[in-house]
Each structure stands twice: as structure tokens, then as C-alpha cells.
T-cell receptor, first 112, second 114 residues
Framework: GDSVTQMEGPVTLSEEAFLTINCTYT??????LFWYVQYPGEGLQLLLK?????DKGSNKGFEATYRKETTSFHLEKGSVQVSDSAVYFC???????????FGKGTRLHILP | DTAVSQTPKYLVTQMGNDKSIKCEQN?????MYWYKQDSKKFLKIMFS???????INETVPNRFSPKSPDKAHLNLHINSLELGDSAVYFC?????????????FGPGTRLTVT
């Protein structure tokens, strides 16, 4: 079945560092891909999405490109801030059955 | 105005009890969901309703029963609570079925079963 694999956390970086959180997926169809973010004590919020190969999603300085050849959707940000500290979830939706599958989440700590 | 609200925010109860969690969305969305997030932050969908009709029912014990009185509400009732039910439960809604639609999450209900 479909699955999403994220890098294990926690990831700890200093402010202004470059961020990459890896996400790879397994799907037999052509899924849509998402990154959601969960700030402490809150529900998840959509960060960005891409619905087809080579699409780039971007929001709040974060970017991710849908790479079909490597089945990846890595999240990147050029210069992180303390306020980016949160848990980040990669997810896919297979349009054939409309089910969303989340990765296990990656906790990010940004030090001032 | 809160888009997706849940009550209560915290729920502490004993094994064997029956409890309900309520969810309301004021976004005019057609589809609502319940998710369970365990202590390791693993998030799994439990149920999905579209226009008051159940469309996703994952492998969840029969003790869990969703009820949708109207499009704006999706409540979760849990019978005979067990220790393993302790988790954070999130309600969410979207304009349409998953696809490319963004999901809007509520703040969560932390359930602790003792």
C-alpha cells in the first residue's frame, strides 16, 4: 500500500541555518503531496502542497518539489527562525481512494 | 472566529466509561474527519464524513462511533474506554473530499484514560 517515510527527528539547528527535511513516498498511482506543520499545542496547518510531478509548492520561505523520479518531496528553507520550531508532517493523497497518509512527523528545534 | 472548534480540550476519565468529543466547523465545508495522534505524534485517520455520509471508516474498534447531525458537526462517541485510547484526537474539515483540498484542523482534544 501507499506509504510516506520522513527523516527521524528531532532536528536541531541554529537560527539562520539551512533546513532540509527529507520525505519519500511509495504510491502506485499519482498522488498529491503535502507538508503540514503543527505548532506546540495546536492542530495541523497546511504549509504547502504539490499535485503533479515537477510542481513546486512554497509558503513562508519553505519550498518542496514533487520529484517523481526519486519519489521524494523534501522540505527546504534557506534561513530558519526560532518561530519555525514545530513538528512537520509529510503526507500524500492517492486520488484513487482519496485517503490521506501522513508520515510520522519530524520535530524541528531552532536555537536562537 | 474559530474555524474548527472542538470540546472539550482536555478529557480525563477512567477505564470503562463512555465519553463524547464534539466538533464544529463554520467554514461551510462538506467534508469532516476525525484523526488520532498517539504519544509519538503518529497521526492516523479514523473517519471521514461527506455531506453527513460516512465515506471513510478505517480499522477502528466498534467502540468508536462518529455521528454527524448536520454538515457543520461531527461528534465522536467512545464506549468502554481503554488505556490505549489515550491520545490527542483531532477534528478537521475540507471543502471537498481529500484530493487537493486543504484540511483545516481543530486544536485537538487530549484524552487521558486512567
Amino acid at each position: 500500500g501507499d506509504s510516506v517515510t520522513q527523516m527521524e527527528g528531532p532536528v536541531t539547528l541554529s537560527e539562520e541555518a539551512f533546513l532540509t527535511i527529507n520525505c519519500t513516498y511509495t504510491a502506485t498511482g499519482y498522488p498529491s503531496l503535502f507538508w503540514y506543520v503543527q505548532y506546540p499545542g495546536e492542530g495541523l496547518q497546511l504549509l504547502l502542497k504539490a499535485t503533479k510531478a515537477d510542481d513546486k509548492g512554497s509558503n513562508k520561505g519553505f519550498e518542496a518539489t514533487y520529484r517523481k523520479e526519486t519519489t521524494s518531496f523534501h522540505l527546504e528553507k534557506g534561513s530558519v527562525q526560532v518561530s519555525d520550531s514545530a513538528v512537520y508532517f509529510c503526507a500524500l493523497v492517492d486520488p484513487r481512494d482519496d485517503k490521506i497518509i501522513f508520515g510520522k512527523g519530524t520535530r524541528l528545534h531552532i536555537l536562537p | 472566529d474559530t474555524a474548527v472548534s472542538q470540546t472539550p480540550k482536555y478529557l480525563v476519565t477512567q477505564m470503562g466509561n463512555d465519553k463524547s468529543i464534539k466538533c464544529e466547523q463554520n467554514l461551510g465545508h462538506d467534508t469532516m474527519y476525525w484523526y488520532k495522534q498517539d504519544s509519538k505524534k503518529f497521526l492516523k485517520i479514523m473517519f471521514s464524513y461527506n455531506n453527513k455520509e460516512l465515506i471513510i471508516n478505517e480499522t477502528v474498534p466498534n467502540r468508536f462511533s462518529p455521528k454527524s447531525p448536520d454538515k457543520a458537526h461531527l461528534n465522536l462517541h467512545i464506549n468502554s474506554l481503554e488505556l490505549g485510547d489515550s491520545a490527542v484526537y483531532f477534528c478537521a474539515s475540507s471543502q471537498g473530499r481529500f484530493g487537493a483540498y486543504e484540511q483545516y484542523f481543530g486544536p485537538g482534544t487530549r484524552l487521558t484514560v486512567t
